[in-house]
């Protein structure tokens, strides 16, 4: 995990940083999760963020809303909250769908909030549905 760590710092190519990313998901160590928590958090750049908070989705169970959250919130890059709303749209129904809905009714972010209808839109989700029927009332 150290070594594919090294991989990740901004010195190696975006497509090495990326696949060091992927290999740290795939890694059966305990540390896995710790690590990319940490890269979604504080990557070098972009692309490293974004594919960290993708495998944080897949892999970090009860951490992993809080952190896409926290990314969606505090990151800074367009793209990476982007990649967070989708992060988010992965985990299970039971817990993205609600957490889409107050995005797209409360986020101040108008590109977080299109992405957040977006994926609810993919949900086939009834509360989406209903969510949408309200949004049309409303206007």
Do not use: C, Y
């Amino acid at each position: 995990m150290d070594w594919l760590g090294t991989f990740t710092r901004g010195e190696a190519s975006r497509t090495v940083a990326s696949n060091a990313v992927v290999a740290m998901a795939l890694h059966g160590d305990a540390s896995a999760v710790d690590r990319l928590v940490a890269l979604a958090k504080d990557g070098p750049d972009r692309q490293t963020r974004s594919t960290a908070l993708f495998w944080v989705s897949q892999r970090a169970g009860e951490r992993a809303a809080a952190t896409i959250t926290e990314s969606i919130e505090r990151d800074p890059d367009a793209q990476v909250k982007r990649q967070a709303v989708f992060a988010l749209s992965q985990l299970p129904h039971d817990e993205s769908v609600p957490r889409l809905i107050d995005l797209a009714k409360n986020n101040r972010n108008p590109e977080v909030r299109k992405q957040a209808m977006f994926w609810l839109g993919q949900s086939q989700d009834p509360r989406a549905l209903t969510f949408f029927e309200e949004v049309l009332r409303a206007r």
